[in-house]
């Protein structure tokens, strides 16, 4: 069953909740109209149907080859990948000035959407090229660098990886331990970096990995951490390849799943060194990370969104087809397909309301990101970085979460056979499992909500978003029928719990007790992504229901947006209270626990 | 030498569609449309004609609602140079559209029209023979490769049991067949540039052609279930079955 990108919704979504034409005010996106984006998502959406999705189950059974320190990737993932360089898809939300097409974030979602639901380990790559260039553009101010590297990284010559991870330091990054020693213009770094997506492999011509390492004279700690670029083949000036660079790739991991996608441990300097550059200023390492964080937190949290609605779609289509039973009530003794069982019905709906949740999340997180960079009003600047500040641990924690669960849904969708591999429903389970671990675990992202986000913040970020929600929920007022009363009352009781949630975990830090907020942390960051995804939901029904008055558009497409929102809110938001009370209740069990009684 | 290239906005072929309640059609409300595939071959050839150097320009004319140009920017970003919609809420059925292109060849005057051999949603088969007719033209149908020099086209046609090549003076009516060639994927950052290109709309009545009907449609119905196979017991009521039942032996 092959994937269809979801463009409708996606298109929904762009242009009604996240709001596209706001973009389309800031000069570089005047171009970027709602007829351009529909055309970039239904080319996009070509290419994965054709190229990545027919090669992501054969991706998952063969794996990558490791052999000599060099990797090579499963069949067709060469081709693919040339082909997509070819099609121009690297560039997408890269500087047009070193040849990218600088889409803004809302729309490099989508099309980064497309991507990770037809093949999430296909996607990896790009997608951490992404953060090389970044990194490279916001920090690197050496111009041999940029003009040389940049363009070969946007046109997908040359790939990307992110070597933040060593044995002891993955959460906490303050404990990195590679070593850079300059010499002359440059340095030589020693170390061991491992968990190096894509950080070794045969689809381009050299890798150019951001390596995190210390000075010499590095102080102790967070403060002691610089960033340098390390080329796997030194680059001549010209752009043409030199010698081999010390950096070796000396194994690859065996996975639960992104079995295509090799996950490298790299020896830097086993022999005279790996010659690289600073990127930036020494010591600014981690701030260099922290300003592109939430880029990447983005990208991976919307991973959650894209194998959800892969395995959705393939669930779907297996319970139109399994015949087995007879509809309840029915007297006929007629065999039906199983989506004539209610409960059935019960899973592919929280299937299809959660994920479409999920997206209206992230991408109206996506947008947020434009407006905080585009923005020309100060103030207005401001909010929007505010916002997206408090929400990206959301869309990071909640969306990938939620991936986990709804992809062991489209399993059980499958009855017998999702537990085997052959129908593939077992591999979006597996896959969707990664995201909630690596750019930060769940409980890292629950922290930075309820400590910087939240606590620090005293709650003036999620206020401002509070009054958002009531101006929905006055929206939601003037609508007459049963289906909105249900989702205003589902709206309104989970702003509620939020809202109570929120003062308990101000409260935590305003009386210095941080161990209890993070103990409710990660059921905070649950009860954040019901809410906020309940909001964009009421959002999206007020509009189908005004689209379905003016008889615009597609009816069905809007009529189902209202059933969807309407299970959303007997379903998702009823389950706010709950988490409510374990937030503000459930640390003190929690903490009373101590580690002999375990 | 300009080449003119007909797409037609059809049903997507990934949709699986249903016949209306009343029979009269298939229901098409809101379902995913797309560019012909046998266009998108259509379109592929004459880029490959310009990029060999054969092609000066290539126009792409589309028949229909307004919303075939979606279909046109596509074939913009493709690699086609300018677009004509000729817009119009009416059915067009294959003679309509031919006279329609004959009007906008004779605006145009190129020395090849491309076209698919027939379109996914009617599978017609009819209007690049009609127009290569109408205009009094040579013409090339189920092409499987396209060379020209000078004057003339070598058209490897495909035909029952096998391939046919003949030699054809132009201007000459292509129609294109599956294995033509393989349409290119769309470069990202010429989806942003077809946005850029011309694209012209005129109407049936700009062209001076009336829509006529001379296809009335009777009944629409779904084809018939397959009936589940049986499993025969030995080959003799194989035998039995194939000579009595089937009636192929
Ligand atoms: C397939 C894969 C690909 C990866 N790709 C990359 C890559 O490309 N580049 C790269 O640099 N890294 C990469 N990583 C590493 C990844 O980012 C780390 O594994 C991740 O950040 C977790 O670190 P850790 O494994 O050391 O777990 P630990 O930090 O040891 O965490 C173990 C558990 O403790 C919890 N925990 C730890 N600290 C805290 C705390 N302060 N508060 C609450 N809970 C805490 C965690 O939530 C987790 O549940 C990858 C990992 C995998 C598995």
């Given at each position: 069953?092959?994937?269809?990108?979801?463009?409708?919704?996606?298109?929904?979504?762009?242009?009604?909740?996240?709001?596209?034409?706001?973009?389309?005010?800031?000069?570089?996106?005047?171009?970027?109209?709602?007829?351009?984006?529909?055309?970039?998502?239904?080319?996009?959406?070509?290419?994965?149907?054709?190229?990545?999705d027919?090669?992501?189950?054969?991706?998952?059974?063969?794996?990558?080859?490791?052999a000599?320190?060099?990797?090579?990737?499963?069949?067709?993932?060469?081709?693919?990948?040339?082909?997509?360089?070819e099609a121009?898809?690297?560039?997408?939300?890269?500087s047009?000035?070193?040849?990218?097409q600088?889409?803004?974030?809302?729309?490099?979602?989508?099309v980064?959407?497309?991507?990770?639901?037809?093949n999430?380990?296909?996607?990896?790559?790009?997608?951490?090229t992404?953060?090389?260039?970044?990194?490279?553009?916001?920090?690197?101010?050496?111009e041999?660098?940029?003009?040389?590297?940049?363009?070969?990284?946007?046109?997908?010559?040359?790939?990307?990886?992110?070597?933040?991870?060593?044995?002891?330091?993955?959460?906490?990054?303050?404990?990195?331990?590679?070593?850079?020693v300059?010499?002359g213009?440059?340095?030589?770094?020693?170390?061991?970096?491992?968990?190096?997506?894509?950080?070794?492999?045969?689809?381009?011509?050299?890798?150019?990995?951001?390596?995190?390492?210390?000075?010499?004279?590095?102080?102790?700690?967070?403060?002691g951490?610089?960033?340098?670029?390390?080329?796997?083949?030194?680059?001549n000036?010209?752009?043409?390849?030199?010698?081999?660079?010390?950096?070796?790739?000396?194994s690859?991991?065996?996975?639960?799943g992104?079995?295509a996608?090799?996950?490298?441990?790299?020896?830097?300097g086993d022999?005279?060194?790996?010659?690289?550059?600073m990127?930036?200023?020494?010591?600014?390492?981690?701030?260099?990370?922290?300003t592109?964080?939430?880029?990447?937190?983005?990208?991976?949290?919307?991973?959650?969104?894209?194998?959800?609605?892969?395995?959705?779609q393939?669930?779907?289509?297996?319970?139109?087809?399994?015949?087995?039973?007879?509809?309840?009530?029915?007297?006929?003794?007629?065999?039906?397909?199983?989506?004539?069982?209610?409960?059935?019905?019960?899973?592919?709906?929280?299937?299809?309301?959660?994920?479409?949740?999920?997206?209206?999340?992230?991408?109206?997180?996506?947008?947020l990101?434009?407006?905080?960079?585009?923005?020309?009003?100060?103030?207005?600047?401001?909010?929007?970085?505010?916002?997206?500040?408090?929400?990206?641990?959301?869309?990071k924690?909640?969306?990938?979460?939620?991936?986990?669960e709804?992809?062991?849904?489209g399993?059980?969708?499958?009855?017998?056979?999702?537990?085997i591999?052959?129908?593939?429903?077992?591999?979006?389970?597996?896959?969707?499992?990664?995201?909630?671990?690596?750019?930060?675990?769940?409980?890292?992202?629950a922290n930075?909500?309820?400590?910087?986000?939240?606590?620090?913040?005293?709650?003036?970020?999620?206020?401002?978003?509070?009054?958002?929600?009531k101006?929905?929920l006055?929206?939601l007022?003037?609508?007459?029928?049963?289906?909105?009363?249900?989702?205003?009352?589902?709206?309104?009781?989970g702003?509620?719990?939020?809202?109570t949630?929120?003062?308990?975990?101000?409260?935590?830090?305003?009386?210095?007790?941080?161990?209890?907020?993070?103990?409710?942390?990660?059921?905070?960051?649950?009860?954040?992504?019901?809410?906020?995804?309940?909001?964009?939901?009421a959002?999206?029904?007020?509009?189908?229901?005004?689209?379905?008055?003016?008889?615009?558009?597609n009816?069905?497409?809007?009529?189902?947006?209202?059933?969807?929102?309407r299970?959303?809110?007997?379903?998702?938001?009823?389950?706010?209270?709950?988490?409510?009370?374990?937030?503000?209740?459930?640390?003190?069990?929690i903490?009373?626990?101590?580690?002999?009684?375990? | 030498?300009?080449?003119?290239?007909?797409?037609?906005?059809?049903?997507?072929?990934?949709?699986?569609?249903?016949?209306?309640?009343?029979?009269?059609?298939?229901?098409i409300?809101?379902?995913?449309?797309?560019?012909?595939?046998?266009?998108?071959?259509?379109v592929?050839?004459?880029?490959?004609?310009?990029?060999?150097?054969?092609?000066?320009?290539?126009?792409?004319?589309?028949?229909?609602?307004?919303?075939?140009q979606d279909?046109?920017?596509?074939?913009?970003?493709m690699?086609?140079?300018?677009?004509?919609l000729v817009?119009?809420?009416e059915?067009?059925?294959?003679?309509?559209?031919?006279?329609?292109?004959?009007?906008?060849?004779?605006?145009?005057?190129?020395?090849?029209?491309?076209?698919?051999k027939?379109?996914?949603?009617?599978?017609?088969?009819?209007?690049?023979?009609?127009?290569?007719?109408?205009?009094?033209?040579?013409?090339?149908?189920?092409?499987?490769?396209?060379?020209?020099?000078?004057?003339?086209?070598?058209?490897?046609?495909e035909?029952d049991?096998?391939?046919?090549?003949?030699?054809?003076k132009?201007?000459?009516?292509?129609?294109?067949?599956?294995?033509?060639?393989?349409?290119?994927?769309?470069?990202?950052?010429n989806?942003?540039?077809?946005?850029?290109?011309?694209?012209?709309?005129?109407?049936?009545?700009?062209?001076?052609?009336?829509?006529?009907?001379?296809?009335?449609?009777?009944?629409?119905?779904?084809?018939?279930?397959?009936?589940?196979?049986?499993?025969?017991?030995?080959?003799?009521?194989?035998?039995?079955?194939?000579?009595?039942?089937?009636?192929?032996?």
């Amino acid at each position: 069953m092959s994937y269809h990108a979801p463009t409708q919704d996606m298109l929904f979504v762009i242009n009604e909740l996240a709001g596209l034409s706001e973009l389309n005010a800031f000069e570089e996106y005047a171009e970027i109209t709602p007829d351009v984006v529909e055309s970039i998502l239904e080319e996009a959406g070509k290419f994965a149907t054709d190229i990545l999705d027919p090669i992501n189950h054969s991706g998952d059974k063969e794996g990558n080859q490791f052999a000599n320190n060099a990797v090579t990737t499963a069949t067709g993932f060469k081709e693919a990948y040339a082909q997509f360089a070819e099609a121009g898809w690297t560039g997408v939300a890269s500087s047009p000035d070193y040849g990218g097409q600088g889409l803004p974030s809302l729309v490099s979602t989508a099309v980064a959407e497309i991507w990770k639901s037809a093949n999430m380990a296909f996607s990896l790559c790009p997608m951490l090229t992404q953060g090389a260039i970044e990194a490279l553009m916001h920090h690197c101010s050496d111009e041999s660098i940029r003009s040389v590297y940049l363009p070969k990284m946007i046109e997908g010559t040359w790939t990307g990886t992110m070597n933040l991870t060593e044995p002891s330091a993955g959460s906490d990054l303050s404990a990195v331990r590679s070593k850079a020693v300059p010499e002359g213009d440059h340095y030589r770094l020693y170390g061991q970096k491992i968990f190096i997506t894509w950080g070794e492999h045969d689809v381009a011509e050299n890798i150019i990995h951001l390596v995190l390492a210390r000075l010499p004279d590095a102080p102790e700690g967070v403060k002691g951490i610089s960033l340098f670029v390390v080329p796997k083949f030194l680059v001549n000036a010209d752009g043409s390849l030199g010698a081999r660079n010390d950096a070796y790739c000396v194994s690859i991991e065996h996975k639960l799943g992104i079995n295509a996608s090799p996950t490298a441990v790299i020896a830097f300097g086993d022999n005279e060194g790996a010659l690289g550059y600073m990127v930036g200023e020494p010591n600014q390492g981690l701030k260099y990370m922290f300003t592109m964080m939430n880029h990447a937190r983005l990208a991976v949290g919307l991973e959650g969104v894209a194998i959800s609605e892969r395995a959705y779609q393939r669930a779907l289509a297996y319970a139109k087809d399994r015949i087995q039973g007879v509809e309840i009530g029915s007297r006929t003794g007629q065999k039906v397909a199983i989506i004539k069982h209610p409960d059935v019905r019960r899973m592919l709906l929280t299937m299809k309301s959660v994920t479409e949740a999920t997206r209206a999340v992230a991408y109206y997180g996506a947008a947020l990101l434009d407006k905080a960079g585009h923005e020309p009003d100060d103030a207005v600047r401001a909010e929007a970085q505010s916002q997206v500040d408090l929400l990206i641990p959301v869309v990071k924690g909640w969306c990938t979460e939620m991936g986990v669960e709804l992809t062991s849904l489209g399993i059980q969708v499958h009855g017998g056979m999702g537990y085997i591999e052959e129908t593939g429903a077992a591999q979006h389970f597996r896959d969707a499992r990664i995201a909630t671990i690596y750019e930060g675990t769940t409980g890292i992202q629950a922290n930075d909500l309820v400590g910087r986000k939240v606590g620090l913040d005293k709650g003036v970020a999620a206020q401002a978003l509070f009054v958002k929600i009531k101006a929905t929920l006055a929206d939601l007022e003037t609508v007459h029928g049963d289906d909105f009363a249900v989702i205003r009352q589902g709206l309104s009781t989970g702003l509620e719990a939020l809202t109570t949630a929120t003062a308990w975990i101000v409260q935590q830090y305003a009386e210095k007790n941080p161990q209890a907020a993070n103990a409710s942390s990660v059921a905070y960051l649950r009860l954040f992504g019901y809410v906020v995804g309940g909001w964009q939901m009421a959002r999206a029904a007020f509009i189908a229901q005004q689209k379905l008055q003016q008889s615009s558009g597609n009816h069905a497409f809007f009529e189902a947006k209202i059933i969807s929102t309407r299970f959303y809110a007997d379903y998702m938001l009823s389950q706010a209270a709950g988490l409510s009370h374990a937030v503000t209740q459930g640390s003190v069990a929690i903490l009373a626990m101590s580690d002999e009684l375990f | 030498m300009k080449i003119l290239v007909a797409v037609k906005r059809v049903v997507d072929y990934n949709v699986k569609v249903r016949v209306k309640s009343d029979g009269s059609d298939v229901d098409i409300a809101n379902v995913k449309m797309s560019m012909n595939p046998f266009d998108e071959i259509a379109v592929e050839e004459a880029i490959r004609l310009q990029e060999a150097g054969i092609a000066t320009e290539i126009i792409l004319v589309s028949l229909g609602v307004k919303a075939c140009q979606d279909i046109l920017r596509t074939g913009l970003a493709m690699g086609g140079d300018r677009a004509i919609l000729v817009e119009t809420d009416e059915e067009i059925q294959p003679l309509s559209a031919a006279k329609l292109l004959k009007a906008v060849v004779e605006k145009e005057q190129p020395k090849m029209v491309i076209l698919g051999k027939q379109a996914i949603d009617d599978d017609a088969n009819q209007t690049g023979q009609m127009l290569a007719a109408l205009l009094g033209w040579g013409q090339a149908t189920f092409a499987s490769k396209v060379t020209v020099a000078g004057e003339q086209a070598t058209v490897i046609r495909e035909i029952d049991g096998g391939l046919e090549t003949i030699a054809v003076k132009l201007p000459v009516v292509v129609t294109a067949d599956l294995r033509l060639n393989e349409p290119r994927y769309v470069k990202l950052p010429n989806i942003m540039k077809a946005k850029k290109k011309p694209l012209d709309v005129l109407t049936p009545a700009d062209l001076g052609v009336n829509l006529t009907k001379n296809l009335v449609t009777l009944k629409v119905q779904e084809p018939p279930v397959r009936k589940a196979g049986v499993k025969v017991a030995d080959v003799q009521s194989l035998v039995d079955k194939l000579k009595n039942e089937a009636k192929v032996i």
